[in-house]
């Protein structure tokens, strides 16, 4: 009885023809960009206070800068800006950063919990954080709500921050706001 | 009535008890591509009743990584064990050709380190750190099916897909592991999991 006539035939031919799709589709993985998924910014979203906290406000022009290393910018001469990305250091467990709204300035000062995460063989390790504290200065800031507190290679937004609606001509008092 | 005619019968007539030996070969496979990685995992299954199979699979994972920027190493097995149940007629002519619905308990247990770690920062600088030796055990529930084959003589190949759960894994742990032996990559608390096996059959009688 010739091989493709034998009882079971069609049973194993569909097995090895499933059993190569898949394999195939499994071995089809797109390389991975180590850049970016060990990227870990926290991610800051502008929003104007008394509008719709679903829409980004734009913020004309800033800089920004750490408070450790203030000759060094984080950004700098940054234009029409909604969503701000700022590195945690993954050295200590705070840090400080001094966002330069031209002319007025803020503080932002963060702390967190830091976890050593192996991301993959050829990408090796990055840093997760998990925010703890956030204080910071009112001088255009009015207030910051936290979306979530956990700093990952995801592309989440962590921080609202809400800055006057020059319309109504809120401005908020200066001073300091911890949690 | 020979063994062979008995099972021609497709009937429980004709059912003969055995033992299954597999070797997942999946491991070499993933070797080939991550040569770091190394898995290697045996299996037994008992056909109890006819068309139900009681199933037990233990394994050893070793991975030694070692890169300019990290050096990654972790060690441990790990054990699943649960029915099978065919869902495929057993016709005389492919008596033991299976489909399989699976469900399977597992559980897993590692020692991991990073004696050398160095994360990349273009503004802070990069940091270098390690993390010393630690123990981590994961349970979890799986649920899939499998396809096996008669090539002849007794000897098998199948594949199978597995949809995981984790329940519960170590907390506190300073570090979690790349892999986690049975289970898969961590990060999530589900996955899914192919493996390809071959099979030696060892009738009872």
Same mark, same amino acid.
């Given at each position: 009885?010739?091989?493709?006539?034998?009882?079971?035939?069609?049973?194993?031919?569909?097995?090895?023809?499933?059993?190569?799709?898949?394999?195939?589709?499994?071995?089809?993985?797109?390389?991975?960009?180590?850049?970016?998924?060990?990227?870990?910014?926290?991610?800051?979203?502008?929003?104007?206070?008394?509008?719709?906290?679903?829409?980004?406000?734009?913020?004309?022009?800033?800089?920004?800068?750490?408070?450790?290393?203030?000759?060094?910018?984080?950004?700098?001469?940054?234009?029409?800006?909604?969503?701000? *990305? %700022?590195?945690?250091?993954?050295? $200590?467990? #705070?840090?400080?950063?001094? @966002?330069?709204?031209?002319?007025?300035?803020? =503080?932002?000062?963060?702390?967190?919990?830091?976890?050593?995460?192996?991301?993959?063989?050829?990408?090796?390790?990055?840093?997760?954080? *998990? %925010?703890?504290?956030?204080?910071? $200065?009112? #001088?255009?800031?009015?207030? @910051?709500?936290?979306?979530?507190?956990?700093? =990952?290679?995801?592309?989440?937004?962590?921080?609202?921050?809400?800055?006057?609606?020059?319309?109504?001509?809120?401005?908020?008092?200066?001073?300091?706001?911890?949690? | 009535?020979?063994?062979?005619?008995?099972?021609?019968?497709?009937?429980?007539?004709?059912?003969?008890?055995?033992?299954?030996?597999?070797?997942?070969?999946?491991?070499?496979?993933?070797?080939?591509?991550?040569?770091?990685?190394?898995?290697?995992?045996?299996?037994?299954?008992?056909?109890?009743?006819?068309?139900?199979?009681?199933?037990?699979?233990?394994?050893?994972?070793?991975?030694?990584?070692?890169?300019?920027?990290?050096?990654?190493?972790?060690?441990?097995?790990?054990?699943?064990?649960?029915?099978?149940?065919?869902?495929?007629?057993?016709?005389?002519?492919?008596?033991?050709?299976?489909?399989?619905?699976?469900?399977?308990?597992?559980?897993?247990?590692?020692?991991?380190?990073?004696?050398?770690?160095?994360?990349?920062?273009?503004?802070?600088?990069?940091?270098?750190?390690?993390?010393?030796?630690?123990?981590?055990?994961?349970?979890?529930?799986?649920?899939?099916?499998?396809?096996?084959?008669?090539?002849?003589?007794?000897?098998?190949?199948?594949?199978?897909?597995?949809?995981?759960?984790?329940?519960?894994?170590?907390?506190?742990?300073?570090?979690?592991?790349?892999?986690?032996?049975?289970?898969?990559?961590?990060?999530?608390?589900?996955?899914?999991?192919?493996?390809?096996?071959?099979?030696?059959?060892?009738?009872?009688?």
């Amino acid at each position: 009885m010739a091989f493709h006539n034998k009882p079971g035939f069609a049973f194993r031919r569909i097995f090895f023809v499933l059993s190569g799709i898949i394999f195939l589709c499994w071995a089809c993985q797109e390389d991975e960009i180590c850049e970016d998924i060990t990227a870990n910014d926290l991610r800051i979203g502008f929003y104007r206070i008394g509008q719709d906290h679903d829409q980004w406000a734009v913020v004309d022009s800033l800089r920004v800068f750490s408070l450790e290393q203030a000759d060094i910018p984080v950004h700098e001469h940054l234009t029409s800006v909604s969503v701000l *990305e %700022l590195p945690l250091n993954p050295a $200590t467990d #705070n840090c400080a950063f001094v @966002i330069d709204f031209y002319p007025i300035t803020d =503080t932002l000062w963060l702390t967190y919990q830091r976890e050593t995460q192996f991301i993959s063989v050829e990408c090796g390790f990055t840093m997760f954080f *998990e %925010l703890t504290g956030i204080n910071h $200065t009112n #001088n255009h800031i009015v207030a @910051i709500e936290e979306t979530t507190t956990y700093v =990952t290679n995801t592309l989440d937004e962590h921080l609202k921050v809400f800055i006057p609606d020059p319309g109504n001509g809120d401005e908020p008092q200066p001073g300091f706001t911890g949690k | 009535m020979s063994l062979s005619q008995g099972l021609r019968a497709n009937n429980d007539a004709g059912y003969s008890p055995s033992v299954r030996v597999g070797l997942d070969v999946s491991g070499f496979a993933r070797q080939l591509v991550e040569p770091e990685t190394m898995f290697r995992e045996i299996s037994l299954d008992v056909e109890w009743k006819y068309n139900h199979f009681v199933a037990v699979e233990a394994g050893l994972l070793d991975i030694d990584v070692q890169k300019q920027t990290h050096r990654y190493m972790a060690g441990g097995y790990y054990l699943r064990l649960g029915p099978d149940f065919n869902v495929l007629g057993r016709k005389p002519e492919a008596p033991n050709d299976l489909v399989l619905l699976s469900l399977r308990y597992g559980f897993s247990k590692l020692d991991h380190e990073a004696p050398f770690i160095l994360i990349p920062d273009p503004y802070w600088g990069d940091f270098q750190t390690a993390v010393d030796s630690e123990s981590y055990s994961a349970h979890w529930i799986e649920a899939g099916i499998s396809l096996k084959t008669e090539l002849g003589y007794n000897v098998f190949i199948g594949w199978s897909l597995r949809g995981k759960l984790l329940l519960y894994n170590t907390r506190e742990a300073e570090m979690e592991p790349y892999f986690i032996g049975g289970f898969g990559k961590t990060g999530r608390n589900t996955g899914l999991m192919l493996h390809y096996h071959i099979y030696y059959r060892i009738p009872f009688r």
